[in-house]
């Protein structure tokens, strides 16, 4: 049994149907053109979404893990057969997903394909680096433009186009996490990293987790009471 | 008898406190008291026999270096000359001096220190901790170098939880500098301890009247007034 879901015949539409899993308990978010395959396993809070005009199909034995989020634009995008995509996996783009290839969880794969049979490790970055640039000249989608600053903030400086996505994925894995190690030292405000650091506190806390043993810390750590 | 002098010296109030605590329960030593020079140093003094002095001292240094202290300097002497104790703060007459204070209705609880950078982020921060549990602001202690520190009584579980509170208030209002709990004071280390005088019964003399006991040639009335120390309690008032 095959069920194709069509997005309304509206096309500019930016409403999202949720639709019930196969064990009707797991529920993904569909929006626009998308055609799923019956027998495809797609976890819970996935998200679909085809731009107008484009397109994705999703062939049988795809496996989507949880939180994965799959925008075509620019063109269609089909993820083949028996292809798995980890946990909270972006796909954004055109391209095609190889058959049985390998993604990992937390991977960013920008407008690009994945050959057949490809292992691409986790939290890897890969994809057309001219991404976000290609998007602003062409001005043919409706990207957000915070979107496309982003992805020029990621990649300062765009190497030369690569021959084979997973030949650059090591080169790009690292400097996706050089920037992921960036942006997490940054939220770390100095306060609660001085706190810890004040005479007495680290004491104290093992006091309170003797007197308290559920206790939970308290929220008020950046000030307001 | 001769008894041996131990000095350790940091920059930081609820630090010295909690050291001259673990010190005073680590070996037979006497808490003199805390000489608190300006610009932040304060001196526990101990006194006891050397090997007890020694293992005392030992102990704090170690607790300072846990508590990150860099500028501990400390100091045993095991046989001070009478002339240094006659004029230097090291001799047990401090103590004395103290425990003739009075009594202190704060005795027997457990003590917390907040130390600050700055008045105000003390005021607010002794502020929430009065707020927070059911603890009493015993007195605030300045040490120079702009630290301020509030002494807080209470049952552990209440003080425990006030610090926690007032700290990150103090944090929010200024700069936080130390903090420290002590569950179970020594005796020594109470009397050393600052306590405001609203807190401290002192003895109220009462003209009562006392039967006369011995025969005198004044024989215009058998009782005379005379009065004797009463300790009293003020109310508490709500």
């Known amino acids: 049994m095959r069920s194709t879901l069509l997005a309304s015949t509206l096309p500019n539409s930016m409403t999202l149907r949720a639709l019930p899993g196969q064990n009707g308990e797991t529920r993904y978010f569909v929006s626009g053109e998308v055609q799923v395959e019956a027998g495809v396993g797609i976890g819970a809070g996935v998200l679909l979404r085809a731009n107008p005009g ?3 199909y999703i062939e049988r034995g795809v496996c989507i893990g949880m939180g994965s989020v799959l925008h075509a634009c620019g063109g269609s995008l089909i993820v083949e057969a028996g292809a798995t995509l980890g946990m909270g996996v972006l796909v954004i783009g055109q391209g095609t997903i190889g058959k049985n290839a390998c993604i ?4 960013t794969v920008l407008n690009c394909s994945v050959l057949s049979q490809a292992v691409i490790p986790p939290g890897s970055l890969i994809g057309d680096p001219t991404y976000g640039s290609n998007l602003k000249e062409a001005g043919t989608t409706q990207a957000d433009p915070s979107e496309v600053e982003m992805a020029q903030e990621t990649l300062p400086e765009p190497p030369p186009p690569p021959s084979s996505p997973v030949a650059n994925v090591e080169k ?26 004040i005479p007495g506190h680290s004491e104290l806390d093992r006091l309170l987790g003797k007197i308290y043993p559920y206790r939970q810390v308290l929220s008020s750590r950046d000030g307001r009471l | ?18 050291i001259a605590d673990a ?3 680590s070996a037979g030593v006497t808490l003199i008291g805390f000489e608190k020079t300006s610009g932040g140093y304060c001196t526990a003094i101990v006194r006891g026999g050397i090997a007890d002095v020694r293992i005392a001292i030992e102990e704090g240094i170690e607790l300072a270096r846990q508590f990150d202290q860099e500028e501990i300097s400390s100091l045993v002497i095991p046989r001070p000359l009478p002339n240094l104790e006659v004029v230097l703060p090291i001799s047990s007459k401090l103590s004395q001096l103290a425990q003739n204070r009075g009594y202190s209705r704060l005795s027997n ?15 607010g921060a002794a502020d929430v901790m009065l707020k927070t549990a059911d603890v009493q602001l015993a007195a605030y202690e300045t ?7 509030a002494i807080i009584r209470g049952t552990v579980a209440n003080v425990a939880i006030a610090i926690d509170a007032g700290m990150y208030e103090a944090e929010r209002i200024g700069e936080l500098h130390a903090v420290a709990v002590i569950p179970r004071p020594l005796d020594e280390l109470e009397q050393a301890l600052p306590v405001a005088s609203c807190f401290v019964a002192q003895p109220v003399t009462l003209p009562v009247t006392l039967p006369q006991v011995q025969e005198q040639e004044v ?20």
């Open chain 2, 143 to 149: 040490i120079g170098d702009g630290l301020c520190t």
């Open chain 1, 54 to 56: 484009c397109r994705i």
């Open chain 2, 1 to 18: 008898m001769s008894t041996s002098l131990g000095l350790i010296q940091t920059r930081s109030f609820p630090v010295i406190v909690r």
């Open chain 1, 104 to 107: 990992g969880s937390e991977t």
């Open chain 2, 109 to 123: 609880l457990a003590v917390g220190l907040l130390e600050t950078r700055g008045f105000p982020a003390m005021v």
């Open chain 2, 23 to 25: 010190m005073t329960k």
């Open chain 2, 219 to 238: 024989q215009r009335s058998d009782t005379a007034v005379g009065r004797i120390p009463v300790y009293l309690e003020p109310p508490e008032t709500p």
């Open chain 1, 172 to 197: 790009q894995t690292r400097r996706w996490q050089e920037a992921a190690e960036q942006t997490q030292e940054k939220p770390t405000s100095p306060k609660t990293r001085k706190l810890n650091g």
